[in-house]
């Protein structure tokens, strides 16, 4: 088995051989594969794996979230399409506004299926209640490209057209309570809506990472994780490491928070900020780091309360 691991989030997939297509997902969710993503061999098979993480109580049902995002067309586009990811990751794909939400990867009380159906002649995509998909819908091929639990709800809707021009026979996905909507062969017809999955995710570890701006000298600052890590244009990542969250502080462990300024962010110690960002811990023994886009050391990172790192750091707040 392999566990296919987001490095932005700190979560991660388990690859077995049958489910093959999941690498292919794996990547696509990905903006950068080089950067964001890391691939794991394992000796143990899918179930042993699985098991495994569940006693460690690291297990969790939600996958990355889905992005809505449309695509031009010549004549009667857009075209839509749910990606999985939090941006729209294939050429020529544009993010709909407020269009990404989150989805649970199994069942539960309250949850329904909906499927991803993919036209691969046209790249185009139809969406279904439900967890299987109509082959010849439209008179065209569909290939079953994942299914997600969704919340009953109206934020959106789906909605479906079949006119004689079979490349403009999909789905569209709207950030509304209904789809009906065009004129003539053209028009859309509602099929359902659906809501994003409202749960809180406990994790006890997570990434920082440390760079500076593009504003006047380069200001320092800190992010927990996420786009401005790994994605922001105006922000050059300089070391990426892990630490732990607050309410999973060991009592060896030093906490530090991070406090915002105008000019830059600084590192103090726990309770110590005046403009606190958020806070992390430190295992007293931490022999791991996650490597960044900048120059590091293999064996510790040196960080100094000024945001200075490595070698530039001379008297160092802790070392990661």
């Not at 726990?270 to 811990?281: K, L, P, T, V």
């Amino acid at each position: 088995s392999f566990l296919l691991v987001d490095r932005r989030r700190n979560v991660a997939k388990i690859l077995s051989d049958g489910d093959p297509h999941l690498l292919l997902v794996f990547y696509r969710s990905l903006f950068s594969p080089y950067e964001d993503g890391l691939i794991i061999a394992d000796a143990r098979g899918r179930d042993e794996l699985r098991k495994a993480i569940e006693e460690a109580g690291a297990f969790v049902a939600p996958g990355p979230p889905m992005t809505l995002c449309t695509a031009r067309l010549k004549v009667h586009g857009p075209k839509y399409s749910i990606q999985q990811s939090e941006v729209c990751t294939q050429d020529g794909w544009d993010k709909v506004m407020h269009g990404t939400f989150q989805w649970s990867a199994k069942s539960r009380p309250g949850l329904f299926p909906v499927t991803l159906c993919s036209n691969h002649k046209y790249w185009t995509q139809r969406v279904v209640k439900g967890d299987t998909c109509d082959k010849n819908w439209g008179g065209l091929h569909w290939k079953h490209e994942g299914t997600f639990w969704a919340a009953r709800g109206d934020d959106f809707c789906v909605g479906s057209r079949k006119p004689s021009d079979e490349e403009l026979r999909f789905s569209r996905i709207l950030r509304q309570a209904n789809c009906d909507g065009g004129s003539g062969e053209f028009a859309f017809k509602h099929d359902f809506t659906f809501s994003p999955v409202k749960e809180t995710l406990s994790f006890t570890a997570r990434v920082v990472c440390v760079g500076r701006t593009n504003k006047g000298e380069g200001e320092v600052r800190f992010y927990p994780g996420g786009v401005e890590c790994f994605h922001d244009a105006t922000f050059k990542v300089r070391a990426v490491f892990v630490v732990r969250q607050p309410e999973a502080v060991a009592p060896s462990d030093k906490t530090f928070c991070v406090d915002r300024g105008s000019t830059g962010d600084s590192l103090r110690q726990a309770g110590q900020c005046n403009e606190e960002a958020f806070s992390f811990a430190i295992p007293g023994q931490h022999p791991q780091l996650a490597p960044g886009k900048g120059t590091y050391s293999p064996e510790a990172l040196r960080v100094c309360a000024s945001g200075a790192i490595g070698g530039e750091c001379d008297d160092p707040l802790f070392q990661a």
